[in-house]
């Protein structure tokens, strides 16, 4: 007994002694971050000091873009598949957990066999009982892929905020661009109602003499560019339709019913300005690609930790209460109880370089880790602020637009009066309406232009809510 507490206690002063070399976690790159943005929204705009989680798409104030948001967080297949990854995460770390602690099981043995020699008798033994085994974590292996498997965790959590923030921000999109095309389609039909009335008047005068054949070809020229815009809108709202359909994993039918029939360009969802703006560094606390990244620098670290440890001894304890017995038939006899405790000690000697190669591997990992974090940091503050250059820039655009469509729609009518009174030609006529019809177009697409640039503003300062829970 003496001899066994001496070699346990021998054992342990080796750990304690090899305990020191254990590595520390690379540090967490720092970026040279700006305190504000090089350019910003005019306006009231909220600087967040909390965690951001506004639902931005209320504030177009459409129950329809709500519904869709809602269907989406509860439907989408891309969404239920990074939820199933989260899951299998958290068992992965409840599996690194258990194995810092002991583990029991039912140890049942039968031996039967004979010596080689001549003579020699059958011999047979049994033993059965419960066991013990715990692998004490002297030099941190199995702690530090715990710490490998939380962080694991965490990604994968960031991971699944990543896919739930795309999703939020395509639905929106995909809306805002469908009811777009709406308008525009329905803006085409009506031009080519009018422009076709014109081209019917213009072909009356000429056949009266009073006009000439230049003017005739050049309102059939212009009504046929414009009809040629209505099957262009029409499948540029059907692809946003059908996006829509696989986002919210409903059926064509069903997403029809719901989607609104108005077609007007008063009818397209805006907003009046931006509510919230993140500081650079609170974007980074924000986005869900950057915590992913981070945590997964942190798994690199503490996996490369536990790699180093296969450098030292691994010390096992055992122990075993049960019956032995060196005839089966005295199995259940209650003089053949034993026990016994037993300490194990492996250590790696010569092993051709395995695991000098295992480690140069983790720390490479390591490496690739700290540069996609590095990047993920970069790509986050050029995208917000590349983001908010395009939001500002096409608030102003919206509003010349607006004021060209305004001049236009009083010089198509000025154009039509005048030609009346016999002041002006067809001609002047019809560069006035094709004028009208261009600053209508573009207007209205400035105007979804603003309010997808703004979609995608809040998508790039990870600006999403807390998710709902989940529905049985």
Not at 240 to 258: I, N, W, Y
Request: hydrophobic share 45%; with cysteine; aromatic share 6%.
């Amino acid at each position: 007994m003496k001899l066994r507490r001496s070699a346990l206690l021998c054992l342990a002063a080796a750990a304690v002694l090899l305990a020191g070399c254990a590595s520390t976690p690379k540090p967490l790159p720092t970026a040279e971050l700006q305190a504000s943005w090089s350019e910003a929204p005019a306006g009231d705009v909220t600087q967040l000091t909390a965690d951001g989680s506004a639902a931005w798409w209320t504030l177009f104030g459409d129950p329809v873009l709500d519904e869709l948001i809602k269907r989406a967080e509860a439907r989408n297949l891309d969404l239920r598949s990074a939820e199933a990854s989260v899951q299998e995460a958290r068992a992965s770390r409840a599996g690194a957990r258990s194995a810092l602690l002991p583990q029991l099981n039912l140890d049942a043995d039968f031996t039967r066999g004979r010596p080689l020699q001549l003579g020699g008798s059958l011999r047979e033994s049994a033993s059965i009982g419960p066991t013990v085994n715990w692998e004490l974590d002297l030099f941190g292996r199995l702690r530090s892929q715990q710490r490998a498997e939380v962080a694991s965790l965490l990604a994968s959590e960031a991971d699944r905020d990543a896919v739930r923030l795309t999703v939020l921000a395509e639905v929106a999109r995909s809306y805002l661009e469908y009811r777009l095309f709406r308008v525009q389609q329905s803006l085409a039909e009506k031009t080519v109602e009018a422009q076709a009335r014109t081209a019917r008047i213009t072909q009356a005068r000429f056949g009266q003499g009073m006009g000439s054949r230049l003017d005739v070809e050049r309102a059939n020229s212009l009504l046929a560019t414009i009809r040629a815009a209505v099957p262009q809108a029409h499948e540029q709202a059907e692809s946003a339709f059908h996006r829509l359909v696989r986002l919210t994993a409903s059926t064509p039918e069903a997403l029809e019913a719901l989607l609104p029939r108005e077609v007007s360009s008063d009818s397209l969802p805006t907003t009046d300005a931006l509510s919230v703006l993140l500081t650079p560094t609170q974007v980074l606390g924000q986005r869900p690609d950057v915590r992913a990244a981070e945590r997964r620098l942190v798994a690199a670290a503490a996996t490369l930790d536990a790699t180093r440890t296969l450098r030292y001894p691994q010390l096992t304890l055992s122990s075993l209460i049960g019956i032995g017995v060196t005839d089966a038939s005295d199995i259940f006899k209650s003089s053949t109880n034993t026990w016994s405790i037993s300490a194990g000690l492996l250590t790696p000697l010569f092993d051709f370089g395995r695991i000098r190669a295992a480690i140069d591997v983790a720390d490479a990992r390591q490496e690739q880790a700290y540069l996609a974090y590095e990047s993920s940091v970069r790509t986050a503050l050029q995208e917000t602020q590349t983001a908010i250059v395009l939001y500002t820039q096409g608030q102003l655009r919206q509003t010349e637009l607006g004021h060209a469509a305004d001049a236009a729609r009083k010089a198509a009518a000025i154009a039509r009066t005048q030609y009346a009174q016999g002041l002006l030609s067809m001609i002047d006529v019809l560069d006035a309406e094709r004028s009208l019809y261009d600053a209508e177009r573009d207007w209205s697409s400035a105007s979804a232009d603003v309010s997808l640039r703004l979609v995608t503003l809040y998508q790039t300062m990870g600006v999403v809510p807390s998710r709902p829970p989940a529905q049985s």
